[in-house]
């Protein structure tokens, strides 16, 4: 329910089965109203602006104009929160990852074979992520296409020094849960290419789609970004992406290791665990910017950072999403400072370079 009301969904898909079988699960679940079917992207753009709905779930294979499409014209006229509902293959993670970059709040996994056997194991998630989304502050969304920066080659020599240099590389760690995709596609550009430390980046998100994720930020990025894998050493300048289906640590003296174990608080990747083995590497040299998302995973591993002498960003409310994870952060007394987004990238460079020169004053006297 939403404010004693049931929750108003609009739900598009091209197929009258799967149409069918949403209606069907929200039907039963009684939270929910679905006020309207939509056959395209044309009929859910034309229906979203008359029924104004608290909530779309979003195909995006649809004729006519398709999901991608119709996402961009209602986050950029009408806004309204976007579920998109979508298959896990490869060419559906990037369609769905660019979705998400447009203003879609979130999305489900559509089972391979779309049957009412398959969607009922995604049930609980779709109802779940329903139900969040209907509470989300939207905005509308005036700058969708995605920004590809040109990189300059600097003068000077590149900054790749590994964690092993005197294990004193500087860690930053980028943190988000629901509507982190889209808020991290607009904070990585403004980092700069020569970024004096390594960067972890640990999104909520399925194994299928991280891969894609990595191109698409290493896209917008002045640093090389890519996904993280076990064993590798991490190097100053570059950002890594924690595999959707790994939590990630890092060990000393600056090498990623990654596991499949059992979800911890719910979650894998674990922002916390992430956290708490970057505060034991890294102590004062650690920073770590709690962004949108649903939930308090990040709290605990927030105090570790603050513990050992590290600095805790908060993303603000006004800029969040979701305020859930910032606001959880918040709560713990370990956030150091709550910006808004456009200013995140900045302070995170600063503290980072003041380590780096901190660091080098030591090594010259």
Known sequence: MRNGEK??????????????????????????????EA????????????????????????????GLQATEVIMSTDPRP???????????????????????????AKPSAAVDLDMSSVRGELVRKLRIASKVRVIRNLSAPARV???????????????????????????????????????????????????????????AFTSQFAEQLASV?????????????????????????????VAPPGRIVLDNGPRIGGYRPSIDVTL????????????????TGMGNDGARGAMAIQENGGLVIAQDEATSVIFGMPAEAIKTGAVGQVLP??????????????????????NAR
């Open 82 to 108: 976007v579920l998109i509902v979508s298959s896990e293959s490869k060419d559906g993670a990037d369609a769905t990852l660019r979705a998400l970059e447009l203003g879609a709040i979130d999305f489900v």
């Open 7 to 36: 929750i108003r969904v609009l739900v598009a898909d091209d197929s009258a089965f799967m149409r069918k079988v949403l209606t069907s699960i929200l039907d039963a679940d009684g939270a929910f109203e679905v006020v309207g």
């Open 221 to 249: 990025s002045q640093i090389p970004v890519k996904q993280a894998e076990n064993g590798e050493t991490l190097l100053a300048g570059h950002a890594y992406v924690c595999p959707g289906d790994c939590h990630l640590r």
């Open 149 to 207: 920066v040109q990189v300059e080659q600097s003068s000077g020599d590149p900054v790749v020094a590994p964690a092993a240099e005197g294990n004193r590389l500087p860690l930053a760690v980028l943190a988000a849960s629901t509507g982190g995709p889209a808020t991290l596609m607009k904070l990585m550009p403004d980092f700069p290419a020569s970024f004096p430390g390594a960067m972890l980046i640990v999104q909520h998100m399925p194994g």
């Open 39 to 66: 056959r395209d992207g044309l009929e859910t753009v034309e229906k979203s602006a008359k029924l104004k709905p608290h909530v779309i779930t979003m195909d995006i294979n649809m004729p006519h104009m398709d």
């Open 276 to 291: 708490e083995s970057v505060a034991a590497l890294a102590g004062a040299r650690a920073v770590a910017a709690i962004l």
């Open 341 to 362: 987004i456009e200013s995140i990238a900045a302070a995170i460079t600063r503290c980072v370079t003041f380590y780096k020169d901190t660091v080098r004053a030591g």
